[in-house]
């Protein structure tokens, strides 16, 4: 089932991907693996070119004429196997899609290593991916796509948090309670398990974690 806020409706389609539906207005983040292409896409946003964040079948399988489709300029060359109405956002960036204001954070990795030795991350900041604000009906839903808790994020104001737990490319269940306790929204979902790395029980380990006053909600996996 869906969860409620305010107007809008939140669906997990499993790791990163979600589903809000709120006024007849439909926006998917980072559909991945879909099996229904319904209901159609008004607005899709990806965080970046990654296969699991960028799936051109998926956005294929909800894309409508009218669809537009949200990303950084590192997964344009993805998205474009999909779809031809891009708008490339950069972080720092902010852009108004109808009854939307869509606000891009830089999100990347300070300690998650593909070369330990060499000190290469798996997603460094200058490659550009992101994560969202989303602004819409009086309610701020913020996808922190595949990041650590970095500075930036201190800055985040939002009601609604969907965030990484898996730990590996993406924060910890311990890191991912550190950045919901410091920024104190009303609620908070997690993501990032269950596909490629990370089970429910990190989703349960995080909700663990997270101080009184947030709610935190592990959605089941619709199809």
Not at 81 to 94: L, R, W
Not at 133 to 159: C, N, Q, T
Request: aromatic share 10%; glycine share 8%.
């Amino acid at each position: 089932m869906p969860f409620k806020f305010g107007n809008l409706e939140i669906s997990w389609l499993g790791h990163d991907g979600f589903r809000i539906v709120g006024g007849g207005v439909v926006v998917y983040i980072d559909p991945f693996q879909l099996q229904v292409g319904e209901p159609k896409a008004d607005f899709i946003l990806v965080t970046h070119e990654h296969f699991d964040h960028c799936d051109p079948p998926s956005i294929q399988r909800v894309l409508k004429p009218s669809t537009r489709v949200v990303a950084p300029r590192v997964a344009k060359a993805c998205v474009s196997k999909a779809a031809q109405n891009v708008v490339e956002i950069s972080p720092g960036a902010s852009i108004d899609l109808g009854p939307l204001r869509v606000t891009a954070y830089p999100a990347y990795n300070i300690n998650k290593f593909r070369d330990p030795a060499r000190g290469v991350v798996f997603h460094p900041r200058e490659d550009g991916r992101v994560a969202y604000l989303i602004e819409w009906g009086g309610v701020r839903i913020f996808h922190a796509g595949d990041s650590d808790f970095v500075p930036e994020f201190r800055d985040v104001k939002a009601d609604v948090v969907l965030v990484p737990v898996s730990g590996v490319y993406v924060m910890t269940a311990r890191e991912a309670a550190e950045f919901i306790n410091t920024i104190r929204p009303r609620v908070a979902i997690p993501m990032h398990y269950g596909a490629i790395v990370g089970s429910r029980r990190d989703a349960e380990e995080f909700k663990s974690l997270v101080g009184p006053g947030v709610e935190v909600v592990v959605l089941e996996r619709e199809i």
